[in-house]
């Protein structure tokens, strides 16, 4: 069975530093990986996903991760976070095979201070 | 993307009576449809696989008969939580897979039972 862990509970970050979110997975087989954000009493946004290919993936609002098999991780990272970066941040993994079944991560209230 | 639209984004109701929520997906015919339930600062617990024309697959612990799900057609899912009590309040949420490997999601429901 597939899992996510998302080892903190929140991440604080001052406005125009580096922002970090970690995630460890893992999934029998080769993972596809996503990240999703979340803002209050709304649904989920999709970020970013990892397929196959380059271990660097660039996604919306200046956002990227990198795939690490051998750690099996894939951080999340912002060079400059902004304010309205403030969020609830999930990552998601299923396997490239059955019904599309995502296991998500706890999420990460990430709080970008002013 | 998938757009998927989920109405309605909030209903207060009186314990005992029963809500329908439903999922649409606008612009894609989508076979499988999933259900999610949300806890403040919590992650998405999946409840259920939707299946247009077939019955729904339940997780372990998701009480059929509590939260009934129809799939009639293509674009539209409707789960319906039946005799509702308080500790059914919860944030719902849908998705749709594009069939590939990306998931979109609703815009969730706050459910409040007083």
């Known amino acids: 069975a597939q899992s996510v862990a998302q080892p903190e509970d929140q991440v604080n970050v001052a406005e125009g530093n580096p922002l970090t979110v970690k995630c460890t997975y893992s999934v029998s087989g080769n993972p596809y990986l996503f990240w999703y954000v979340q803002y209050p009493n709304r649904g989920l946004q999709f970020l970013l996903k990892?397929?196959?290919?380059?271990?660097l993936v660039k996604g919306s609002y200046g956002f990227e991760a990198e795939f690490n098999k051998s750690q099996t991780s894939f951080h999340l990272k912002k060079p400059s976070a902004l304010v309205s970066d403030s969020a609830l941040y999930f990552c998601?993994?299923?396997?490239?095979?059955?019904?599309?079944?995502?296991?998500f991560g706890k999420g990460n209230q990430v709080v970008v201070i002013p | 993307g998938a757009v998927v639209s989920q109405h309605p984004s909030r209903v207060i109701c009186k314990s005992g009576t029963s809500v329908k929520i439903e999922c649409r997906s606008l612009?894609?015919?989508?076979?499988?449809m999933f259900w999610y339930r949300q806890f403040p600062k919590q992650s998405l617990m999946l409840m259920a696989t939707s299946n247009e024309g077939s019955k729904a697959t339940y997780e372990q612990g998701v009480e059929k008969d509590k939260f009934l799900i129809n799939h009639a057609s293509l674009t539209l899912s409707t789960l319906t939580v039946t005799s509702a009590h308080p500790e059914d309040s919860s944030f719902y949420i849908c998705s749709v897979t594009d069939g590939n490997t990306e998931a979109f999601f609703g815009q969730g429901t706050r459910l409040t039972v007083v």
């Open positions: 612009d894609f015919q989508a076979t499988t």
């Open positions: 990892y397929i196959t290919g380059d271990n």
């Open positions: 998601a993994v299923r396997p490239p095979y059955g019904n599309n079944r995502l296991a």
